[in-house]
């Protein structure tokens, strides 16, 4: 049974960083794409990062680049996602993902093979 669970969320103030880890179990997932996306509040939906198979490309959404950094450990089936410079519009619901990085960078979650539950951040002002 394949499982993404995410863990890392929590209260903090702008300005703070988290860092988010996200652990896949089930199976390996050293060959495909993984990712975060997250949903606000009465928002869509939002593509935040994605890292490739390899580890060696990173993507992110225009809202956070320079801000988050992603990472992936292959032999752990772990990805991380490093929040630094919060700001409360940051605040929403992070999921981890397992899919094709050009479909997250469209932004297309319905095709994500995988989701986790997600994990609640929130910053304040």
């Known amino acids: 049974q394949v499982q993404l669970v995410e863990s890392g969320g929590g209260l903090v103030q702008a300005g703070d960083s988290l860092r988010l880890t996200c652990a896949a179990s089930?199976?390996?997932?050293?060959?495909?794409?993984m990712g975060w996306f997250r949903q606000r509040a009465g928002k869509e939906r939002e593509f935040v990062a994605g890292?490739?198979?390899?580890?060696?490309?990173?993507f992110y959404g225009d809202s956070v680049k320079g801000r988050f950094s992603i990472s992936r450990d292959r032999a752990k089936n772990t990805v991380y996602l490093q929040m630094n410079s919060l700001k409360p519009i940051d605040t929403a619901v992070y999921y981890c993902?397992?899919?094709?990085?050009?479909?997250?960078?469209?932004?297309?979650?319905?095709?994500?093979?995988?989701w986790g539950k997600g994990t609640l951040v929130t910053v304040s002002s």
């Open positions: 993902v397992v899919g094709s990085i050009a479909r997250m960078l469209a932004g297309d979650g319905d095709a994500m093979e995988y």
């Open positions: 089930g199976r390996s997932f050293s060959n495909d794409g």
């Open positions: 890292v490739s198979w390899s580890g060696s490309s990173t």
